[in-house]
């Protein structure tokens, strides 16, 4: 038996309200992030992850302000990423009361950030999100920083397996290609990057119903991350769950 599957909803938070858009473009305001995460806490989420998405293309520290709202009002565990660029960063994120940081871009341009935050405060506590999209010339994947506006060129599998040594926890798969079109998850990703690493998997982006959620479970997924279909009301958590327990798939 392995871990029960967790379900995650999603905040992307620009200007302090919660947005949601398709392949990283095209916005749609969805609410206010606090009162959003604490209806998802009651609703039955396993965890929620709050991303400040123009952060680090803006040069801007994260949103501590938010993480100590959140501290107030959300009593699952919860991520907040966007803009950490150093231990202090992580260190105010998880003194404000966030359980995991997230680290994308600053994680690129310096690895030793996942070693040195490993070694603080636990690989527990580090969370290395990636945004990934397929390569259009050749088989694979490589990692886009900025919120999906600068391709690295860098090969997103290997870097992945980088971040495992280097001492991350747990990885996040955003699949820019995915993204906002409910369409479902990139199961060749989470399947090559299960095959790859030990880590645990959070499946991002593409999710539009319980079936794709089951798949990327069954792809080798231990949580799957949402947002359009829970922000706009599409499926509940408990209905997701339910579904997702009829087709054989543990579920806290």
Same mark, same amino acid.
């Given at each position: @038996?392995?871990?029960?599957?967790?379900?995650?909803?999603?905040?992307? +938070?620009?200007?302090?309200?919660?947005?949601? %858009?398709?392949?990283?473009?095209?916005?749609?305001?969805?609410? #206010?992030? *606090?009162?959003?995460?604490?209806?998802? #806490?009651?609703? =039955?989420?396993?965890?929620? +992850?709050?991303?400040?998405?123009?952060?680090?293309?803006?040069?801007?520290?994260?949103?501590? &302000?938010?993480?100590?709202?959140?501290?107030?009002?959300?009593? +699952?565990?919860?991520?907040?990423? %966007? =803009? *950490?660029?150093? !231990?202090?960063?992580?260190?105010? @994120?998880?003194?404000?009361?966030?359980?995991?940081?997230?680290?994308?871009?600053?994680?690129?341009?310096?690895?030793?950030?996942?070693?040195?935050?490993?070694?603080?405060? %636990?690989?527990?506590?580090? !969370?290395?999100?990636?945004?990934?999209?397929?390569?259009?010339?050749?088989?694979?994947?490589?990692?886009?920083?900025?919120?999906?506006?600068?391709?690295?060129? !860098?090969?997103? +599998?290997?870097?992945? *397996? &980088?971040?495992?040594?280097? %001492?991350?926890?747990?990885? !996040?798969?955003?699949?820019?290609?995915? #993204?906002?079109?409910?369409?479902?998850?990139?199961? $060749?990703?989470?399947?090559?990057? /299960?095959?790859?690493?030990?880590?645990?998997?959070?499946?991002?982006?593409?999710?539009?119903?319980? &079936?794709? @959620?089951? /798949?990327?479970?069954?792809? =080798?997924?231990?949580?799957?991350?949402?947002?359009?279909?829970?922000?706009?009301?599409?499926?509940?958590?408990? $209905? *997701?769950?339910?579904?997702?327990?009829?087709?054989?798939?543990?579920?806290?």
């Amino acid at each position: @038996m392995g871990l029960k599957v967790r379900i995650i909803p999603c905040l992307d +938070v620009d200007a302090g309200r919660v947005v949601k %858009g398709t392949k990283f473009s095209c916005l749609r305001d969805a609410g #206010d992030p *606090v009162e959003l995460a604490a209806f998802y #806490d009651k609703e =039955g989420a396993d965890e929620i +992850v709050f991303y400040d998405i123009t952060a680090s293309h803006e040069n801007r520290d994260t949103a501590r &302000e938010l993480a100590r709202r959140a501290a107030e009002e959300v009593f +699952v565990p919860y991520t907040i990423g %966007g =803009g *950490v660029r150093t !231990v202090s960063d992580m260190h105010a @994120m998880l003194r404000a009361g966030a359980d995991k940081v997230s680290i994308n871009s600053a994680a690129v341009r310096t690895p030793e950030l996942i070693n040195k935050g490993a070694e603080r405060f %636990g690989s527990q506590c580090i !969370v290395l999100s990636t945004d990934i999209k397929r390569r259009r010339d050749k088989p694979g994947w490589e990692v886009y920083l900025n919120g999906g506006r600068l391709n690295t060129g !860098v090969n997103a +599998v290997k870097w992945l *397996v &980088e971040g495992e040594r280097r %001492g991350a926890g747990e990885f !996040v798969l955003n699949s820019i290609d995915a #993204d906002g079109t409910e369409s479902g998850y990139d199961l $060749d990703l989470i399947s090559e990057v /299960a095959s790859r690493t030990n880590l645990p998997i959070v499946a991002s982006g593409g999710a539009g119903e319980p &079936e794709h @959620m089951i /798949a990327a479970a069954r792809a =080798g997924a231990g949580a799957v991350l949402a947002a359009s279909i829970f922000h706009f009301g599409e499926w509940s958590i408990s $209905d *997701v769950k339910e579904k997702m327990r009829a087709a054989g798939i543990s579920v806290r």
